[in-house]
């Protein structure tokens, strides 16, 4: 009898629903890391990351995923898991990406997102450290002759909609008295296309993703950046679900490790070399020599050595996907403090 | 005859009606208290708080500031908007191709044939996504712009026509040469020596026409000034090649309707009116159609239903419709999540409840009456 099987399927899954309810509750109850456990038992992070934008994060032509977010995702799997493959990305859009991670979809997001005081606070989410810095960004053709964004008065600028992007154009437009007007997309593909086809005078995102958009037009060279950003500067991070402090705390501790190998001149090439002869106490306690910092933490030893080694430093990352080899986005304010950059790092001790 | 079910399959029944009211009732109450636990209670009172975003195309003034109440009006005329159009264009698009199917030239039935397979048998959005990009590649920019007669002109921008600048009588006629075009087929009706004055009643056009002309003060002509161009009114390519996507899809569905619902009317009723002389044209516009019409009007409504929803895929190609600016740009800049969803499911249930309301009022109208 269909009907009958039918009522006892949703019976089975009103079930399953309470079970799901309660295990989530009890886990809230506990103090140890619920999301780190949870990963451990999988033997696989869940990282939320862009559907595709060059720099951040992107499939290369094997289908693999590459990127600065993608190498931050890598690395937290290599420190937790002890291997940079055991990983699922799942690409979001900006529209849902913060729904996704509250619902517990994804173990943490990292996906180009400015970290801002409402979603710390309305959202609930934490914001453990940052990956990039950058600034709202206008990308023009050339032929228009702009050299201010405020010389873009009545034209039209191709953006993702659900963004901090909008807001921020809003507040110029009210603060200077000018209209820009906007042409909301979904996805970048298609706002890149409208963008490349004429249908807008410009594009605007954050620095690192306007870069990546001019290396996908038909003709880059005919695009240039306007010098002068708006909104400040945008510091750019992964995102956790508040409340899960252990968790948060290996999210911040890796990105620190990656900044603290650059700081210090590990690289892949040469941190075995370093761990064989280093007397540097700091270095020893970095690469797991000695201080026990990974139990600490809720890993082995060898996390942060494993990361200089599988993942390299920030300085390595950054090069591949926005350096030279990538993008050509010269490293500025993205660079370590000792050379002129803003990235510190607490000390390991 | 109906057969009375089992009793067991009653209890059956009533068990699942209970364990779907638990099952909703559950999930309701989780989405509940996870809203709660992170931004208080559900709340609609955002829809009076101002928003800070620009809305790109608009039937109605917008300014940055305005309430979220006021995007959503703005939203839903725009979705209407497109719905509206496209379901005429898929309509009448639709009928063209089901009777082509039925010709009996062999290219006039195969090119609706093809016309049908491809259309049917690609993905909407994939549909939606080539128009807007076609629109694209083929339009010149701004400044290359098509002159088309009358001052209206044609690039990438979109098309811009000249608009009307009312003058001080404008609130009283133009109202007034909406009301005589309204009033057409009634007039049409009208008896006047034994018979309804019939096309006499067109005689009010040119009358609302002249009603309209003297209620303009000037036209406003589309001119290039800075990037853009300024004056009259502009119809951008996210609304023309949405209107394509939806109404070219929709029109292969119908079209297979229409077909159906001619070959169900009796092969006797054809042959019964060419016996009494009546033309080819005049057999399918006077005695097939308006039988096949009862037939084609409930499956043709539940495609009007689908059109209305599918144009939240509007969303890919920057056209501001409900989907893309309120469950997108509103939700994030409110971050009231599940209200923003509630309200979208809220309006497009309104909205094809009242069109298959209508729908089905029509259908009881011309249903065939039993003598």
Redesign the interface.
Known sequence: ?S??R??LA??G??FA??LA?TDIAVAQDSLKSPTMDAIKKRDQLICGVDTGIPGYAFQDSKGEWQGLDVAYCRAIADALLGSPTKVKFIGTT??VRF?VL?SGEIDVLIRDSELTF?RNT???LDEPAYNFYTAQTFMVRKS?NVTHAKE?????I?LL???TL??N???Y??ANGITI???????PE??F??AD???C?GYTDDGGSVAAARSTMKKPDDWMFIPETIGGLQPIGPYTRLGDQGWSRLVHWVQNAMIEGELMGVTKANVDQMKASTKDPEMRRYLGLEGGFGVLLGVDNDWAYRIAKDIGNYGEVYEAYFGAQGLGLPRGMNNVYSKGGLFVTQSWH | MTRRPSR??RV??W??LG??V??VW??GS?AAA?SA???GPLSFAYLADPT???I?FRLIPWT??DSYGRALLVCVLNTLLVSAMSIVAATLLGLLVGVMRLSTNWLVRNIALGFIELVRNTPQLVQI?FW??AV??TLP?PRQSIRLPFGALLN??GLYLPSFIANDLATALWPLALVLLLAVPFVWRVPFRDFPLGVKSFLLVPLAVLAFVAGIDHTDLPAM????I?GGVQVV??LVALWAGLSIYASAFIAEIVRAAILSVHKGQREAALSLGLRPRQVLSKIVLPQALRVMVPPTTSQYLNIIKSSSLG????Y?ELY??F???A???S?R?IESIALLMGVFLSINLVVSAFMNWYNHRIVLVGR
């Open positions: 009898m009907l009958m039918v009522g949703a019976c899954l009103a629903g309470f309810c900006s529209k729904s509250a409402v309305q959202l609930g228009l873009l008065n009545g034209a039209t191709c909609t659900g963004t909008e807001t154009i809003a507040d437009n009210r007007k906007t042409l909301l997309f979904d996805k298609e706002a296309a409208a086809a004429g249908r005078d | 067991r399959a059956a029944q068990v699942l364990v779907v638990a099952v559950f999930l989780i996870t636990r992170r931004h800070n975003f620009d790109p940055i500031g996504i807007y990009v694209l590649e920019g990438i921008r000034q800075g990037f853009n300024a390519p996210e969303a890919a190609i920057a501001p893309e600016i469950a997108g740009t939700m994030m800049q971050n999540e």
